[in-house]
């Protein structure tokens, strides 16, 4: 079966610091991967997505950036953090360009003091 | 691009009552209407879902309705239990995508005992 996991799970950084959170798909090959930001009353914001290795394609301006090294490794990165990255984020995978079901990682709670 | 309206933002029900959340989208060409269900601390998970070739669709005790002509869509919980309680999300796309998933803000259901 399909597992997906998300590191790590709580993260607390300060202001200008570099960030790292990395996502990994088991049991499927050649997933679209997508990273998520879920702000309090806002839903899910589609932050980036990506239909093959090195592929990647933004939907919102921002202080980050992903990077998809091997098939079923998804990276979000940001090289200095701002208190307005402050929030929860979701790494997801789907089987097919056209399924429309999301399978969600564990999530990892960002604070930036 | 879509946007999703979803109403309420919060809802509380006894237990054993129905409870409806109701979401409106932009896009016309939008044709796949998912549901998604986060518990408190846990990942959002597919609870139902329904494509614009039909109006109405059940499992167990939920169901989802579809409105084409006008642009909304409705989750509908009987006899609520109190593992119900939870955020649930709305989201449409065009195409029938994951990647072109918009996501409602959310309602969080709290069911009393």
């Known amino acids: 079966s399909q597992t997906i996991h998300q590191w790590p799970a709580t993260l607390v950084q300060p202001v200008g610091s570099p960030l790292s959170l990395e996502c990994t798909v088991e049991?499927?090959?050649?997933?679209?991967l997508y990273w998520y930001r879920q702000a309090a009353g806002r839903g899910l914001q589609l932050l980036f997505y990506?239909?093959?290795?090195?592929?990647i394609s933004s939907e919102v301006p921002q202080n980050l950036s992903a990077s998809r090294p091997q098939d079923r490794q998804f990276i979000l990165s940001s090289k200095k953090l701002l208190l307005s990255d402050s929030g929860f984020y979701l790494c997801?995978?789907?089987?097919?360009?056209?399924?429309?079901?999301?399978?969600f990682g564990e999530g990892s709670r960002l604070t930036v003091l | 691009g879509e946007n999703v309206e979803q109403h309420p933002s919060t809802l509380s029900v006894q237990e054993g009552d129905s409870a409806v959340i109701k979401c409106t989208y932009s896009?016309?060409?939008?044709?796949?209407f998912p549901w998604y269900k986060q518990e408190l601390g846990k990942r959002p998970q597919l609870i139902i879902d329904?494509?614009?070739?039909?109006g109405e669709k059940k499992d167990q005790r939920i169901a989802v309705t579809l409105n084409k002509t006008a642009k909304h869509f409705s989750l509908h919980i009987t006899e609520t239990q109190p593992e119900d309680s939870a955020v649930y999300f709305c989201?449409?796309?065009?195409?029938?995508?994951?990647?072109?998933?918009?996501f409602g803000s959310g309602t969080q259901l709290t069911v009393l005992p």
């Open positions: 997801a995978w789907s089987a097919d360009y056209n399924t429309g079901e999301l399978f």
């Open positions: 049991g499927t090959s050649n997933p679209n």
């Open positions: 990506s239909v093959g290795i090195g592929q």
């Open positions: 896009d016309s060409a939008s044709n796949y």
């Open positions: 329904i494509r614009s070739n039909v």
């Open positions: 989201a449409a796309s065009e195409g029938g995508s994951a990647r072109q998933l918009t």
